[in-house]
T-cell receptor, first 112, second 112 residues
Framework: QQKVQQSPESLTVSEGAMASLNCTFS??????FRWYRQHSAKGLEVLVS????GEKEEGRFTAHLNRANLHVSLHIREPQPSDSAVYLC????????????FGKGTHLHVLP | EAAVTQSPRNKVAVTGGKVTLSCNQT?????MYWYRQDTGHGLRLIHY???????EKGDIPDGYKASRPSQENFSLILELATPSQTSVYFC???????????FGPGTRLTVL
């Protein structure tokens, strides 16, 4: 069974400083990785999807994937207080495109 | 305009009662999903569907049924609600070719 783990559980940064979030997964055949943002138990907003090793940028959000190290990260450039939320990592496997495994999330707090 | 909507947004039920959570999507996606989100567990898949008339068990299907009468609608049914089913429930629709899932705003269910 695929395991997806996120770290840290909680992260506090100052407005304008880079925020870096980590996600590790256990199955190297995983082929799609997404980062979602969730404000206060509301719906999930997709931030960036990445399929291949390297980086993918969507505005202030950049995902880095290293499949050999079973690691995907999210970097938020110039975070703002409105970015304070829970960030969820989601991993899909080529063997079952219907099945997505989510990490438990990182609580990000951005101080003004 | 919201593409995935859920009703009700909040529900209080009594133990042993029947609860139906409804989801509607206008994305014309074949796939639809029901998740629950609990502190310490993240998002867990209950049931999913790959088209009208189909339902499949996810990771935690016990105590839940699902119904997909049309492309647009997907319901989650708790025949005999229990306090352990108190949670926030999210519906999502998705396109299997892109792995993307689009989430509704969630339903907060409390079973007393």
């Amino acid at each position: 069974q695929q395991k997806v783990q996120q770290s840290p559980e909680s992260l506090t940064v100052s407005e304008g400083a880079m925020a870096s979030l980590n996600c590790t997964f256990s199955d190297g055949t995983s082929n799609n990785f997404r980062w979602y943002r969730q404000h206060s138990a509301k719906g999930l907003e997709v931030l960036v999807s990445i399929f291949s090793d390297g980086e993918k940028e969507e505005g202030r959000f950049t995902a880095h994937l290293n499949r050999a190290n079973l690691h995907v990260s999210l970097h938020i450039r110039e975070p703002q207080p409105s970015d304070s939320a829970v960030y969820l990592c989601a991993v899909s496997m080529v063997t079952n495109a219907y099945k997505v495994i989510f990490g438990k999330g990182t609580h990000l707090h951005v101080l003004p | 305009e919201a593409a995935v909507t859920q009703s009700p947004r909040n529900k209080v039920a009594v133990t042993g009662g029947k609860v139906t959570l409804s989801c509607n999507q206008t994305n014309n996606h074949n796939n639809m999903y029901w998740y629950r989100q609990d502190t310490g567990h993240g998002l867990r898949l209950i049931h999913y569907s790959y088209g009208a008339g189909s339902t499949e068990k996810g990771d935690i299907p016990d105590g839940y049924k699902a119904s997909r009468p049309s492309q647009e609608n997907f319901s989650l049914i708790l025949e005999l609600a229990t306090p352990s089913q108190t949670s926030v429930y999210f519906c999502a629709s998705g396109d299997p070719s892109s792995y993307e899932q689009y989430f509704g705003p969630g339903t907060r269910l409390t079973v007393l």
